[in-house]
C-alpha cells in the first residue's frame, strides 16, 4: 500500500495542537503502562498497522515484557494483567467498539472500582485519541515502521 497523503504537511497547525493534546495525556496519573497496553489493544481492534507497529516499539523502549506484549490480544484469557490493567483494557474495547446501548454497567463499575473519576476521565480520553490516530492513519496508508528514526523507534530493538 501506498501513503495517499501527508497529513501532517496538509494540516500542520491541527496536526500540532493534537499531538500536544495526545502528548497532555502521557503525563496523568495513569501511567505508561496502561497507555502502552490500550493504545495497543486499541490499534489491534481496528487494524491500524502504523499504530500498532510503533506503541509495541514504544512499550518495548518502555520496558514492556515481551510476552504481555503477545498477550494483549488475548488479555481475558492471560494471567499477566493485574486488575487495574484488565479495568482499562475492557474500557478501552467498549469504547472502542461502542454497543448500541452504550457501556454496560458492569464495565463501568469494575473501571471506577480500579480508577478515580479522574483518572477514568483521562483514560477516556486517552482511548478517543489512539481511536482518532488510528483513524487518520489508515485512511491515508501510513506504512508500519516508516517513521521509527523520527520517534526514536528504532531503539526498540525490534525489525
Excluded at 454496560?104 to 476521565?121: C, M, Q, V, W
Aim: hydrophobic content about 40%; some cysteine; glycine content about 6%.
Amino acid at each position: 500500500m501506498t501513503q495517499r497523503l501527508n497529513y501532517a504537511e496538509q494540516s500542520p497547525e491541527l496536526f500540532k495542537k493534537f499531538v500536544q493534546f495526545s502528548t497532555a495525556l502521557h503525563s496523568d496519573t495513569i501511567g505508561q503502562t496502561i497507555g502502552d497496553l490500550i493504545q495497543i489493544r486499541v490499534s489491534q481492534i481496528n487494524g491500524c498497522g502504523f499504530c500498532l507497529d510503533m506503541h509495541i516499539k514504544q512499550a518495548k523502549i518502555h520496558g514492556e515484557g515481551e510476552l504481555r506484549l503477545h498477550h494483549v490480544a488475548i488479555w481475558r484469557e492471560s494471567t499477566l494483567f493485574t486488575p487495574r490493567e484488565r479495568a482499562a483494557l475492557a474500557w478501552a474495547e467498549v469504547l472502542t467498539r461502542l454497543p448500541e446501548g452504550g457501556v454496560p454497567d458492569d464495565i463501568y463499575e469494575h473501571a471506577r472500582s480500579e480508577f478515580s473519576e479522574k483518572e477514568l476521565t483521562n483514560l477516556t480520553y486517552q482511548v478517543m485519541t489512539i481511536n482518532a490516530w488510528n483513524r487518520i492513519n489508515i485512511a491515508f496508508r501510513n506504512e508500519p515502521g516508516s517513521a521509527d528514526k523520527a520517534f526514536g523507534l528504532d531503539k526498540a530493538g525490534l525489525s
